[in-house]
Nanobody, 121 residues
Framework: QVQLVESGGGLVQPGGSLRLSCRSS????????MSWYRQAPQAPGKEREL??????????NYADSVKGRSTISRDNGEKVVYLQMNSLKPEDTAVYYC????????????WGQGTQVTVSS
């Protein structure tokens, strides 16, 4: 049974930091591209926005909106992907989702339940 469990969200003041974690089980973690997406509360009908992703080979991409303020990393031994977010802004407020994706002869696409991040004074 595939599970992605996010944690580390919460309420933080502007300029603060948070470290999100996504613990995984039920699939071969090291072979998957792991990503963080977010969905802002004022955009429930819009697609989730890609925040950052790290491939199975360690290739990393960031959204322009978080570049320079966020760091994604993965621990294949512990099957965890992290998102360190610094200098948080109110516009970073969203539900953050962990995603695991792999494509070979078929697609494998798994999502966590999300963790709320609220940036407010």
């Amino acid at each position: 049974q595939v599970q992605l469990v996010e944690s580390g969200g919460g309420l933080v003041q502007p300029g603060g930091s948070l470290r999100l974690s996504c613990r995984s089980s039920g699939f071969t973690f090291s072979t998957y591209r792991m990503s963080w997406y977010r969905q802002a509360p004022q955009a429930p009908g819009k697609e989730r926005e890609l925040v950052a992703r790290i491939s199975s080979r360690g290739i990393i991409n960031y959204a322009d909106s978080v570049k320079g303020r966020s760091t994604i990393s993965r621990d294949n031994g512990e099957k965890v992907v992290y998102l360190q977010m610094n200098s948080l802004k109110p516009e970073d407020t969203a539900v953050y989702y962990c995603n695991a994706y792999r494509s070979d002869f078929r697609e494998y696409d798994y999502w966590g339940q999300g963790t709320q991040v609220t940036v407010s004074s």
